[in-house]
């Protein structure tokens, strides 16, 4: 393991308890608390990139472990053992703190820290712009193969109370005016002019929030402004005060906008992991285009 730039680390001031820390941390916050020993830094990038560099200490999950896949359906949560197996495996338990970060933005971040949320368990973060701003900020990394975590005998439990969405609970919603389903794969797909599955199209009612509109493509895929957010998906009825109901392809990109809705203050939010791979494979959903 090779450390490259490794700083010295600033005195912790009192108000940066880990309890006390948002939704989403700057990357220069976490490297000015890396010594802090409750942290589990969980990097979701590919093997090689992991391999090349990463930051310091952070633990790499292959994004495939969090994933059930039942063709046609892309994405699906796996089952409480598989579950316990990886978070068993990276260390998990009630008295730490997670902290995840990907090479892409945060899409396979957010839907690491959303199978946390399934799990009931809340403590934790993304780092805003992931490896990119890290780099970009010319904080210190490692290479190599890493430290092997100390395994915990961790027990999921799954509670998709207030967090998931099922196909059979969005239809009950539909045509609700206190929830709004927020389709973030891009136009192309919401539209139908491009498809990856049996039937083009959105879910009825839905509205389109494509989800690198959140990024700023010239600040290393950091958030843009909440108050620019904010009132694009205002404009779109995706209000504070209603049900957020988020899907893509595979609920790996609106699980990073669930992220971001979650920082913003949105309380009532939930993910779709069966998304367009299960609902635009499905023979009788109903389907706008």
């Excluded at 703190?97 to 949320?117: H, N, P, S």
């Excluded at 045509?175 to 139908?192: A, I």
């Excluded at 958030?223 to 005060?241: M, T």
């Amino acid at each position: 393991m090779v450390t490259i730039g490794l700083r010295k680390q600033p005195k912790l001031r009192q108000m940066n308890t880990s309890k006390q820390w948002p939704a989403i941390i700057e990357p220069e916050f976490l490297a000015d608390n890396l010594d802090q020993q409750d942290l589990i830094i969980i990097d979701l990038c590919k093997q090689d990139i992991y391999t090349q560099s990463h930051v310091p200490g952070a633990i790499h999950l292959e994004y495939g472990e969090i994933l059930e896949h039942n063709k046609p359906a892309m994405g699906l949560l796996p089952d409480a053992d598989t579950l316990s197996k990886v978070m068993s495996k990276i260390g998990l338990s009630n008295e730490k703190k997670v902290i995840a970060y990907d090479d892409e933005g945060g899409g396979k971040a957010g839907r690491f820290l959303w199978t946390l949320d399934v799990l009931g368990f809340h403590n934790h973060c993304l780092v805003n712009g992931g490896l990119h701003a890290w780099t970009a900020a010319q904080l210190p990394v490692e290479s190599g193969a890493g430290t092997a975590p100390e395994a915990s005998d961790y027990h999921a439990q799954i509670s998709r109370d207030h967090v998931s969405a099922d196909k059979e609970y969005i239809e009950s919603r539909l045509g609700n005016e206190q929830v709004c389903l927020l389709d973030t794969r891009s136009p192309e797909e919401f539209n139908g002019v491009k498809n990856f599955a049996a039937r083009p199209g959105h879910i009825p009612g839905a509205v389109n929030y494509n989800w690198l509109e959140a990024m700023d493509q010239n600040n290393a895929l950091r958030l843009k402004p909440a108050s620019v957010i904010e009132q694009a998906l205002e404009s779109l009825g995706a209000i504070k005060e209603k049900e957020i109901i988020c899907y893509c392809q595979t609920h790996h990109r609106s699980s990073f906008i669930y992220i971001v809705l979650k920082h913003l203050g949105y309380e009532h939010v939930r993910g779709y992991p069966g998304a367009w791979s299960e609902w635009g494979n499905l023979p009788d959903t109903p389907i706008e285009l």
